[in-house]
Structures are given as C-alpha cells and as structure tokens.
C-alpha cells in the first residue's frame, strides 16, 4: 500500500469519498424542508404558532443531545456501523414524517431524523480522518460545501413538489437520499477492508477535569453566547421565515421558498471565507460585528420596508450566520492544547445549540400573542446585540488556557 501522503485523493478509497459526501448530503435536508409548506400541511391538520417553534426547537436540540452521546456509541461499535445506524434512523424518521396524520406524528418523525443527524454531524470528521489523514482540508471543505448545498435545495423545491403531489412526498423524498448513503458505507463493512487499518481514530468527549474548568472561563461562555446567538437566529429562519415573507411581503410560497433557499445559500461563501479570514486575522473584531450587522440590517429592512428589495434583507439576514463558522475556527485558534479544544467545542456548542434551541419558540409565541412580526423581529436583533457585546471577549486574542492560570 502507498504511503497516505502520496496517495491520489480517489485512490483504494473512492467509496469512502462517495460514502462521506452523500452523508453530509442527509444532514441538514430534514431542517429546512417543512416550514415552506406549512400552509399546506395546515389544511390537513392544525399546527399553531406555538407548534410550529417546538418543532423548530428540535434541531438544535438533538443535534446538542445526541453529538453528545455519539462517543459513547462509537466504543461499543466501529465509526462504519454508528454511521450506518444513524443513517438509518435518519431513513425511518423521513418515512414517519411522509406518513403523519397528526401533528404529533410530524414531531415525533421529525426528532428521530434529527436525532439521526445529531450523530452524523459528529461521525463525519473522524472519518475524514481516517480516510483522508492526508486530505484533512480538502474533503473537510468539500463536505462542507455538499452540506451547504443540501440546505438551500428542499426549500427551493418543497412548494413545487407538494403542489404537483402533496406534501407527503415533499417532506419524504428525502429518505431516497438516506437510503443512498447507507450503500457505500455498507460495502465498506462487508468487504471488511479499511483504507488505514493503522490509521483509527475515535469520537472525542472532553476530558471531566478540562470541561470542569471550563464552566468558569469567561472565554468560554462568550463563544457560546455567539454560537448561540448565530444558532437561534438561523433555526428561527428555517421555521418562520417563509410566513414571514408571506405576511410582511406578500411573497407567494414558491417565492418565499425561494428566498428561504436564498437565506440558506449564504451559507457557502460565508463557510468558504470566513475559516480563511479568521485564521490569519489576529483580532477577528471586524468579522464577529460584521455578521451581527447583517443580522440587524436584515430584519430592519423586514420591518421598515419589506416589500422593497426583500431579497436583499434575505441576503443581509443569510449573511449574519457567518458567526457559526467563525466559532468553529476560533474553537481551535483561541487554545493552545488539544484537550482545551475539545472542551471549548464541546462547552459551546452544547451550550450554544441548547440556547439556540429558544429561537423557533420565542419567535412563535411572540407571534402567537401580538399578532405579528414586528415584536419577534426586535427581540432577534436583540440577541445579536447580545453576539456583539459577548464579542468584545471573544474578539481579543487569547487563550482559553490563560483562564486557568
């Protein structure tokens, strides 16, 4: 066998490759397939304002709960077979969603598909890993952009679908892409023939003693401010933005999908640039109140003027996510050893998706009680605000372990 330096990127693992990206193509399809045809899930049975925010919340929080778990079930079977598992709990969760005749129903094969991801999101970088230990940024980046790719497109076709069939097969088709991605990592089990036998690799959870300190640092609680702040504002998006283009633009549901799409979008020149920018900025200040000013540009304009240039407060509002992978960089350019990395990682997501968690809710009670928008609007630009302060910490450079001196 070549040396993994010297190996082309298809070479003795194409299916490994073809494995990963159709992973990260399941991972984020689930999320923002629903809330462009709520109005027509609506005509077969009632879902409230309030309804529509749990199911919004869940996302976040299983992705919390379960990347949690996901080192614990990856030292009771192979990286391969957790993967295959999750998957498959992705698949019977898209076919609970496709066959639900009550909002109950919806929720429950809502939370089991995401339940799915939650373990996926945390499978994939050990397996890059372990692939590619010589193609780290390269297949990182790719799947990176599959995943982003995968957002924009449901919303972009959801009305279509549902309008030329129903809203079953909108929700379900979904699981077609699940279902797919279980082939290749099946065949690598059964041929039972690992790329780097050598080369193993395992989930990684914080050490006790690290994370213990890590409840005490400022630094800490920072990043999860901002990570939660970029977190409760995009899942509120997913779950709310197609009726709030309907009812502040007058935007149809194929336009408002369309625009959700547009939102979703964004993500890939931010996923692109920003890893780039932030590591070879010292102070990453100008990034960090850059995307908190898009996020406040973006729903000003929904609230002042909505029907002007809407796509363009879309893009601002699209744009203000730029503090997710922003956080992920700073995970490790804010430590200096690999267990002050996994710690923060783990401290800020976990507490950042637990809090983005209230977004979808909030947004939906508040407009559930006032009747409108604007009120929910506001207290999103306050959590931004709220980013930006958090990043008065996060921005200057040091370290977490100076905490602990």
């Known amino acids: 066998m070549a040396d993994a330096s010297t190996r082309p990127l298809w070479h003795g693992r194409a299916i490994a490759l073809v494995g990963i990206l159709l992973v990260a193509s399941n991972l984020r399809t689930a999320v923002a397939a629903l809330s462009p045809i709520f109005a027509e899930i609506r005509t077969e049975f009632a879902v409230t304002s309030v309804g529509v925010g749990l199911l919004g919340m869940l996302p976040p929080i299983f992705f919390a709960l379960f990347g949690l778990l996901a080192p614990t079930l990856t030292r009771k079977a192979s990286l391969e077979g957790v993967m295959i598992a999750a998957l498959c709990v992705m698949l019977l969760g898209h076919i609970l969603r496709a066959t639900a005749g009550s909002f109950a129903m919806l929720a429950i094969g809502s939370a089991v598909t995401f339940a799915g991801m939650g ?79 050598a080369h193993d690799v395992e989930v990684e959870a914080a050490e006790p003693a690290m994370l213990g300190k890590v409840w005490h640092a400022p630094l800490a609680w920072a990043m999860a401010v901002v990570f939660a702040a970029s977190s409760l504002n995009a899942y509120a998006m997913f779950a709310w933005l197609p009726e709030i283009l309907h009812d502040v633009a007058g935007s149809t549901p194929v336009e408002a999908g369309a625009l959700l799409s547009l939102y979703a979008g964004m993500g890939i020149p931010a996923g692109l640039l920003v890893p780039l920018l932030a590591s070879r900025m010292r102070n990453v200040a100008l ?100 980013a930006a302060l958090a990043g008065t910490v996060v921005a200057r450079p040091h370290a977490l372990e100076d905490h602990f001196r």
């Not at 799947?143 to 009305?159: E, F, G, N």
């Not at 549902?162 to 099946?186: E, K, T």
């Not at 002007?308 to 960089?329: E, N, Q, Y």
Request: charged share 5%; with cysteine.
């Open 119 to 197: 373990v996926g999101n945390v499978l994939l970088p050990p397996l890059v890993k372990r692939y590619f230990p010589d193609r780290i940024g390269l297949v990182t980046s790719l799947y990176a952009t599959v995943m982003s790719v995968s957002t924009l497109l449901p919303p972009l076709i959801a009305v279509p679908v549902a309008d030329a069939s129903n809203w079953h097969v909108s929700v379900g088709m979904w699981g077609v892409v699940s279902l797919l991605a279980i082939l290749p990592w099946l065949r690598i089990i059964l041929t039972r023939r690992p790329v780097h036998p």
């Open 287 to 386: 990034l960090l109140y850059a995307g908190v000013g898009f996020f406040v540009a973006g729903y000003l304009g929904l609230i002042l003027a909505p029907g002007a240039a809407t796509w363009l407060w879309v893009v601002f509002a699209g744009l203000g996510p730029l503090l997710f992978p922003l956080c992920l960089v700073l995970i490790n350019v804010r430590t200096r050893t690999h267990e002050g990395s996994v710690a923060l990682s783990g401290f800020t997501q976990g507490v950042g998706y637990t809090l983005g968690a209230l977004g979808p809710l909030a947004v939906g009670v508040l407009h559930q009680l006032t009747g409108d928008w604007t009120v929910a609007l506001i207290v999103l630009i306050g959590t931004a605000i709220a």
